[in-house]
């Protein structure tokens, strides 16, 4: 079975630019996560999906971010426009609902996203 | 608010010592506690999970960890390190109604000398 599937895995946009990453989750996970990790700064949760519904996005830094999964498969986030202090490494992450409570969150490799 | 410490961020260990990092939490309720690794280009890997039970949990790649609740501590442990353990570490502490939302530590960087 395949794990979580993020795209690109690098990216080196220009401040102003627009950026765009997905994550494709574990074939019917449910709950679909992004992380954020800024550099030697502990990893921070950014919002949750639960199928294509925004179940918690309290850690979305700004207005700048927008997430969607539409369909309630694969993810993106998007970032518009960059700043610089929007580097970092993007994780992704899903789960799923097996016997009344949530299972652990598998995590893909991360986006490492630098804004220059 | 939860959240977690783990106070080494480089830890170095020569190749078949033991190896122990510590993780302390802050949660108000049983937390669910989680160790993940991540290894140089690849994601996070989780090692192993607390939910209840057996306070010593065995994990994968040799690793345990012991949740103590009067310490508020969930520490990593392994007998032997291979150089394969180099990688970073980290704790994490989910909710208790289904950890939705997982609140890490800073990690710590592990190096294994020869």
């Known amino acids: 079975e395949a794990g979580v599937t993020q795209f690109p895995s690098h990216s080196v946009i220009e401040k102003g630019q627009t950026v765009t990453l997905r994550c494709d989750p574990i074939?019917?996970?449910?709950?679909l996560y992004w992380y954020r990790r800024v550099m030697g700064k502990e990893i921070k949760f950014l919002l949750h999906f639960v199928k294509e519904s925004k179940q918690d996005e309290s850690g979305m830094p700004n207005n700048r971010f927008l997430a969607e999964r539409t369909g309630g498969t694969y993810s993106t986030l998007k970032v518009q426009p960059a700043e610089l202090e929007d580097s970092g490494v993007y994780f992704c992450?899903?789960?799923?609902?097996?016997?009344?409570?949530?299972?652990?969150?598998?995590f893909g490799q991360g986006t490492r996203l630098t804004v220059v | 608010a939860q959240s977690v410490t783990q106070p080494d961020i480089h830890i170095t260990v020569s190749e078949g010592a033991s190896l122990e990092l510590r993780c302390n939490y802050s949660?108000?309720?049983?937390?669910?506690l989680f160790w993940y690794v991540q290894s140089p280009g690849q994601g996070l890997q989780l090692l192993l999970k607390y939910f209840s039970g057996d306070t010593l949990v065995q994990g994968i790649k040799g690793f345990e960890a012991e949740f103590k609740r009067s310490q508020s501590s969930f520490n990593l442990r392994k007998p032997s390190v291979h150089w394969s353990d180099a990688a970073e570490y980290f704790c994490a502490v989910g909710a208790n109604t289904g950890f939705q939302k997982l609140v890490f530590g800073t990690g710590t960087r592990l190096l294994v000398s020869p």
């Open positions: 949660y108000g309720a049983t937390p669910y």
């Open positions: 992450a899903s789960s799923q609902w097996t016997g009344g409570m949530n299972t652990e969150a598998f």
């Open positions: 074939s019917g996970h449910d709950n």
